[in-house]
């Protein structure tokens, strides 16, 4: 047993999470502060103590039938104090103080690759050719069916208003990804406004020929929509057709994440589902549930809702998987519950351009939640 393990089950141990079998171990490598990495950097003195003060601590806990616990988040000063108060002193603290900086050593390195990583938008079009609109200068970026694609600034993307010298032949069919972490803009055709989130897609046409204005959506949007009663504007997102008139509205359905949200908030829009129809109204959310193909609806906080368009984390009594679901698509880290009940509820509010290790720690902070990160990997675990 490492120097890490036998921290990270100690301090498993404290916050009573671990099974009998998991203490007889600990019990049986108590006496071995040598370990396996030899690098218990501790004087004969320390060494004794600490060794004495875990020995009595696990001799307790077996004695006790059944062993019980109650799972408990202990912040540093909690933890500090426990150990002190069975007989770790400033040994105890030097134990726990050096499991947190293996831990902070993790998240530095988990972070460095993230930021190291590339991440770019990119512009797919209809024959298929990549262009990478992160690298491409302002100005015009390419041409869709006669359509000039204009790069405005670094976080927005148009398409020229106007007739289309040709529309003899169907327009060309457009995606714009976005990576996590990232989000973008674009004006269409018709001067609609998209605005797109991370780890999402939006396909479209270079131009709208027919009497429907229809787009394609895989993650997070706003639209806004350009009013034209005779050309209503239509989303497709799973199995659903979000349609409008002129109005503004936003839209969340990632593939991971069963639940696909629709909220309203200017004009109206009639929710087209596999078995019947919805028309919101402002301030409505829609929620779909795309394995049973139940929904229901309910009044929500749009500020909450379009909060990722601030640059924030914006979450009133939001599920727990959902919200941790969200910070890891922002930071680009996948998130793996290795424990607890993943439907409780939070409530917070935190800056997205926070790096991920000072999100993690206001998380912390509150209780609900604690972290650790392997090979870029966020496990979240609810006491």
């Not at 919101?280 to 749009?302: A, F, R």
Request: glycine content about 6%; hydrophobic content about 40%; aromatic content about 8%.
């Amino acid at each position: 047993m490492t120097e890490s393990e036998f921290l990270i089950k100690y301090q498993r141990f404290l916050n009573g999470e671990c099974t009998p079998e998991e203490i007889a171990e600990l019990n049986a490598y108590q006496d071995e502060m040598e370990l396996e990495d030899g690098i218990w950097d501790l004087d004969a003195q320390e060494k004794s103590s600490i060794k004495a003060a875990i020995a009595g601590r696990l001799a307790d806990s077996t004695r006790m039938e059944p062993v019980q616990f109650k799972p408990v988040w202990w912040n540093k000063w909690r933890v500090a104090a426990v150990i002190a108060g069975i007989g770790f002193g400033i040994y105890g603290v030097k134990l726990y103080q050096r499991l947190q900086e293996q831990q902070r050593q993790q998240l530095a390195t988990a972070v460095s690759a993230q930021e190291k990583s590339e991440k770019k938008i990119y512009l797919t079009m209809g024959n298929g050719k990549k262009i990478s609109i992160t690298d491409a200068r302002k100005g015009t970026v390419a041409e869709a069916s006669g359509v000039a694609v204009n790069k405005n600034n670094s976080e927005q993307l148009s398409y020229q208003h106007g007739a289309v010298a040709n529309q003899t032949a169907a327009p060309e069919m457009n995606t714009l990804t976005t990576p996590g972490g990232m989000q973008f803009s674009i004006t269409l055709a018709d001067g609609s406004k998209v605005r797109l989130n991370a780890s999402s897609s939006l396909r479209y046409p270079a131009w709208f020929a027919s009497n429907k204005r229809e787009v394609y959506l895989t993650g997070e949007a706003f639209f806004d929509v350009v009013a034209d009663p005779a050309h209503p504007f239509i989303v497709h997102v799973n199995e659903t057709a979000v349609q409008a008139l002129g109005t503004s509205f936003n839209i969340k359905a990632y593939p991971e994440e069963k639940i696909a949200k629709t909220t309203l908030l200017t004009g109206a829009v009639n929710v087209k589902l596999p078995a019947n129809e919805k028309t919101l109204h402002i301030g409505e959310q829609l929620h779909y549930n795309t394995t049973n193909q139940q929904s229901w609806s309910g009044n929500v906080n749009v500020e909450a809702v379009t909060a990722w368009k601030e640059g924030l984390f914006l979450f009133e009594n939001e599920r727990i998987d959902e919200i941790m679901l969200e910070i890891g698509r922002w930071y680009d880290m996948k998130v793996i519950f290795s424990s607890g009940n993943v439907s409780k509820r939070f409530s917070g509010k935190i800056d997205r351009n926070k790096k991920i290790e000072d999100v993690l720690k206001i998380l912390d902070l509150t209780g609900a939640m604690n972290f650790r990160i392997i090979n870029n990997q966020l496990m979240v675990t609810i006491p």
